[in-house]
């Protein structure tokens, strides 16, 4: 079977993901929405992930924003930033087996594209586990490009403006007939949305005359889950309040234009100075550009695309959908890279039509120097694959060995930069100082991914590592998890989906029906009769039909689930769970 | 900074244009483009192809970019440029270093940046305006070197938000 190609944009508040028919990304439905939040709850014997882990209100079970916690040590109810990011991919299998008949085997995975190489390796990692082998990471910016590139069938130099949930990236691209290259790129892993819902709380905090402290971190998480409601209403609206359930009591936060753009600017600020900077970087004015293009849901806002206008003077493109086309450049990235491998002739259509990406490295690399200095081996924005040499020698007579630190970063010193990994070349021949010739060689895949060959030139000690995170999980840990994962490859495939349907669908039963109540009449009578039918359906074992009416169930409180995941979460109902 | 794989084509070569420090620069890229648009690993795989195209990447990356391509061509002359004038970099990195630790306000930094910049884009063009003159070319390169580096390590560096 021909495999299809699929792209997924694991976001940090929200995930997105397309797959391709008849050369046309189509994006995935998850309750009736093209988003899935990245969120999941823990309380229940298995993962429970996006609309419903928010409905259940429950903080101290529910993992929020996992991706900043990527290449990190930080554990969740004893699971790594890898683990919860697996947990949420397999959901998205689940899904794809569900409602499109198939399974998931490979996919094009974007990240941020300055992502440190910790961030990337992970992000590999948890795509390992969830048994989806990676065709190729690429950057968020650089796939969102390819999907309005090939829209409008447009030649020229373009900038990315990716102001997401939780990151912001800014890139540079010339696009010269079917192939994608990226000239510069810049950005802020720390950056993003949930900055901003922070900020918003706080500035109601302060405004009540409360100390920003006071609420407890998992308060705290709902009260920007509100504050995050609050931001995306306000377009249509002067002012808005909701009501938010502190422990003490209800607080109730307000946002008006005013007070928005206010809390911006700051931001705003943030992101103008790295955008200036990488123009700079690409060689490229502002008013030489052709145009931006706005991605990410953040772009959404009025006040950010009025501000761009101002500070850029060039064309803003708004025809993409900046929350899908992330995912729809990835899924059409995925299946150049399908056509390309199950179609050797160079000369034939297809393989020449398809599209041609030259991304570049987002950060410095190189090594730590005696003075705890950074020798830079690899520079920011070279084009990938990348591969340079460095010759070190000796400071000691008859030195046998030489330890080397590998750094990410634009800091001039070591400590400043992140560290990657460290590493002892021994067995070098014993010489006067200065006489070994040790050769490091840095290379950087299309993957974005480091690897790193360091022997002596006399002896031929030759070590290769590959990057593996100082951090988060161990190479054992690693190992077990990934052969639960082989394990699991039967189990997870089509055989088992007509149980799955009967659980998921039963499961699913139970949460409308705590809902059913809270929808418009018309609405809800059309779910009552539907649900009757799936009741039906699961006994009579026609699991092909029920999945039929599962869907369509979908649809319709898919409609109407945001609103009541907002107004439980600003309602009394929140109380009494926060009591519990 | 010549590559370390010995091989028989300088960059210039690699693109099929004259090895010049003026270039028309639209005319390497699209010979760039070209090239990689048959040896990137994406559209052909296998390793020496990607090695292939890292080299050509390589090749790129020094050819546009002034500095580099003013290094690279000092180097095919064979003038050692590493040593004799690696001292008066340092002292010439120190005295900015001493100006810009003397700078208080950002709004001063961000002035001291511009006129390195400005510094900068003027010795790129007198460099090209030099070419055929190799005693002057070769200090209007190590100055060059230097106010490029001091830019790099020392102001960009400052700017902060770049983990
Ligand atoms: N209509 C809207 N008005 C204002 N903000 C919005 C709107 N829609 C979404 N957002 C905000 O956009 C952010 C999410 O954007 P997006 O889905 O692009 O991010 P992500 O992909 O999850 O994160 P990242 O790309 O940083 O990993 C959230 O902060 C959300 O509140
Ligand atoms: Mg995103």
Redesign the interface.
């Known amino acids: 079977m021909a495999m299809t190609a699929v792209g997924i944009d694991l976001g940090t508040t929200m995930s997105v993901v397309s797959h391709m028919e008849d050369n046309v990304p189509k994006i995935l439905d998850f309750d009736g929405k093209s988003t899935l939040p990245s969120v999941v709850n823990y309380s229940q014997g298995t993962p429970v992930v996006g609309r419903q882990a928010i409905y259940m209100v429950d903080a101290d079970n529910t993992v929020f924003s996992v991706k900043r916690s990527m290449g990190t040590a930080a554990r969740f109810f004893g699971k790594s930033a890898v683990e919860v990011s697996a947990d949420i991919l397999r959901h998205i299998k689940y899904v794809v087996r569900q409602k499109l008949g198939w399974e998931v085997e490979e996919a094009v995975i974007t990240v941020p594209a ?1 992502f ?1 190489d910790l961030q990337r390796v992970a992000t590999q990692q948890a795509a390992a586990i969830a048994n989806i082998n990676v065709l190729r990471l690429i950057n968020e910016p650089t796939a969102a490009a390819i999907a309005f590139g090939l829209h409008e069938r447009t030649n020229g130099v373009f900038a990315v403006y990716d102001f997401g949930g939780g990151t912001f990236d800014f890139s540079v691209l ?1 696009l ?1 007939d079917g ?1 994608f ?1 990226v000239l510069a790129t ?1 950005g ?2 720390h ?1 993003g949305g949930d900055d901003v819902d922070n900020e918003i709380l706080n500035h109601n905090l302060r405004a009540a005359g409360l100390e920003t402290n006071v609420m407890g971190e998992n308060e705290k998480i709902l009260g920007k889950l509100v504050a995050k409601i609050l931001k995306e209403q306000l377009e249509d609206n002067a002012e808005v309040t909701r009501g938010c359930c502190l422990k003490r009591g209800e607080l109730e936060l307000r946002l008006s234009s005013e007070i928005l753009e206010d809390i911006m600017e700051d931001f705003l600020e ?1 992101t103008f ?2 955008s200036d ?1 990488t123009l ?1 970087n690409a060689g490229v004015s502002a008013k030489n550009l052709d145009g931006l293009v706005l991605v990410g849901g953040m772009t959404k806002l009025n006040l950010i695309q009025e501000s761009l206008a101002a500070h850029f003077g060039t064309k803003i493109f708004h025809d993409i959908n900046p929350e899908e086309a992330v995912a729809k450049g990835a899924a059409i990235y995925a299946n ?2 399908l056509t ?1 491998r199950s179609n050797t002739d ?1 000369n034939s259509k297809n ?1 020449a039509a398809a599209p ?3 991304d570049v490295v987002p ?1 410095s690399l190189g090594v730590e120097t005696f003075g705890g200095g950074v020798d830079r081996i690899i520079h920011r924005n ?8 460095r010759e070190y020698t000796t400071y000691q007579n008859n030195q046998t060995g030489m330890e080397f630190h590998l750094v990410q ?4 010193i070591a400590d400043e930069c ?1 560290s990657l990994a460290r590493f002892e070349l021994g067995n070098i021949p014993p010489m006067p100082a200065g006489m070994a010739r040790v ?1 490091v060689e840095f ?1 950087v ?2 993957d974005g991914l480091l690897g790193v060959k360091a022997w002596e030139k006399s002896a031929d000690v030759t070590q290769f590592i590959t990057v593996s995170p100082s951090s988060g999980l161990s190479g054992d840990e690693m190992a077990s998890m990934l052969e639960t994962a082989a394990a699991n490859i039967t189990a997870d495939s089509l055989a088992a989906s007509n149980i799955d349907i009967k659980v998921e669908s039963e499961r699913m039963m139970k949460f409308w029906e705590t809902i059913v109540d809270k929808i418009p009449e018309e609405a809800k009578n059309i779910a009552k009769a539907r649900m009757g039918q799936l009741k039906d359906l699961l006994e009579a074992e026609k699991y092909q039909d029920a999945v039929a009416v599962k869907n369509e169930l979908e649809r319709i409180f898919g409609q109407f689930l945001d609103e009541i995941i907002s107004s439980r979460l600003s309602g009394e109902n929140v109380k009494n769970i926060m009591a519990r | 900074m010549l590559l ?1 794989t010995p091989m028989a084509m300088n960059y210039f070569e690699i693109f099929g244009i004259p090895a010049s420090y003026n270039l028309d620069v639209s005319h390497l ?1 699209e010979a760039y ?1 070209q090239k ?3 040896s ?5 795989g296998g390793a020496s192809d ?2 292939d ?3 050509l ?2 090749a ?2 020094t050819l546009l970019n002034p500095l580099k391509r003013a290094e690279y061509l000092l180097n095919l002359d064979g003038s050692d440029i590493s040593a004799t004038s690696s001292d008066d970099t340092a002292a010439k990195i120190f005295e900015l270093r001493e100006k810009w630790a003397s700078l208080e306000s950002r709004g001063e930094r961000a002035r001291f940046c511009g006129e390195l ?1 400005r510094r900068t884009s003027d010795l790129i063009d007198s460099l090209g305006k030099h070419e055929k003159n190799p005693e002057e070319f070769r200090k209007i390169f190590c100055e060059l070197r230097y106010v490029d580096a001091f830019l790099e ?2 102001a ?2 400052d ?1 902060g ?3």
């Not at chain 1, 970063?409 to 001039?412: A, H, I, M, N, S």
């Not at chain 2, 990137?40 to 052909?44: I, K, S």
């Open positions: 300055h440190s010339r010269a192939v290259q810049g802020d892993n950056l943030r100075r790295i900077q700079r150049s890279l390309r160079r393989f041609l990406l030259i950060l070279s084009p990938i694959p990348i591969m340079e040499r970063g634009e800091r001039p992140r050769i290379s895949n299309v | 370390n890229t483009l990689q648009g048959r990137h690993p994406d559209v052909g990607s090695e195209s890292a080299l990447n390589v790129y990356g910049r390590k020392v960009d560096g700017d938000g770049w983990y």
